[in-house]
């Protein structure tokens, strides 16, 4: 099926479309703050600028679109009919930029949780999936023989 609006139009859509403060991102922001979790928000310093940071439990959660970020087994995780080659190029590589951005921050000793745009559909099992999360990430933090490194006198 052919795109129904013109190149012009779409490319207005495309370009409204942002990378923060999206509807699922406020309301996983919303959920954790009501149940007493303080973050902060896309902290710069940290690889691919984190969603939302829990210092005080070392675990960053990633809210990630279904389509931009192909969710696996999701309706909306789809490749697009029209321009299918550029559009699994472009979402492929979104997926591999994710990759890595998870395994730097796992190398960083932070703890990753990502939330679907779909999970958040059903609010009551996605906080008890991101308590139970943090406080698995927050154990293990606490657990491990690391620690931070002494700095000489």
Known sequence: MADTLSREKRSWNMSRIRSEGTQPEILVRCLLHSDGYRF????KSLPGKPDIV???YNTIVFVHGCFWHRHKGCSDGSIPKTRALFWRN???ENVRRDNRTISALQDLRWSVIVVWEC???DLVNLLRR???EIRQAS???MSTSW???VLPS
């Open 119 to 121: 999970e958040t559909l």
């Open 90 to 92: 472009k979402l492929n």
């Open 40 to 43: 902060r928000l896309h902290k």
């Open 139 to 141: 154990n293990n933090c």
């Open 130 to 132: 991101l308590r139970k």
């Open 147 to 149: 620690k931070p490194a």
């Open 54 to 56: 829990l210092n005080k």
